[in-house]
């Protein structure tokens, strides 16, 4: 059985030591795919428990960003879905004041980020991310402020 786990297992249920302990059974491309695959679950599940200790609570609003950084960088160089407009959208928000973190989302090879932005720093951050995109790129770049709610849930 692959990485010694049972034949109905999935990738889920791999964790990081197991997938570095079969690295050599892998070729280079599949062990990058594996290792993003196992990291974003582990990244996920990290950001759903800071979540529901709450995002405003001590510096879990700042673990998540770096969750969110993480992820955006094992897109780029592990799954290998970004672009070099993504990668510059998140550099430029990782380096405006107010963002707490900064990905691509979407399916990738597209032109879409998630920001976490201290919203008294909208203005700031469309003139230094979102206006210098547009003149370093040429490309209109657009910004869409959402508010986060609660999910929907069922009722049964």
């Known amino acids: 059985p692959l990485l010694g786990l049972p ?15 079969h690295k050599a059974r892998l070729t280079d491309v599949l062990y990058r795919r594996a290792r993003h695959v196992v990291g974003e679950d582990a990244r996920t599940l990290q950001a759903a ?3 529901r200790a ?8 700042q673990q998540f ?10 897109l780029r160089d592990d799954y290998e879905v970004s672009s070099k407009e993504l990668d510059l959208l998140v550099e430029l928000a990782q380096k405006a004041p ?16 998630v920001n976490i932005v201290d919203a008294r720093y909208l203005s700031q951050f469309k003139q230094q991310v979102v206006d210098e995109y547009s003149r370093r790129t040429g490309l209109n770049g657009k910004m869409y402020v959402c508010r986060a709610v609660e999910g929907g849930s069922y009722i049964g």
Do not use: I, P, W, Y
């Open 49 to 51: 428990a800071l979540m």
């Open 7 to 21: 034949e109905e297992a999935q990738l889920r249920d791999v964790t990081l030591s197991q997938l570095e302990a």
């Open 65 to 74: 960003g770096r969750l969110l950084e993480a992820s955006h960088a094992s």
């Open 54 to 61: 709450g995002l405003g609570k001590g510096d879990n609003l």
């Open 98 to 113: 107010g963002v707490a973190g900064a990905r691509m989302t979407g399916a990738g090879f597209g032109g879409c980020t």
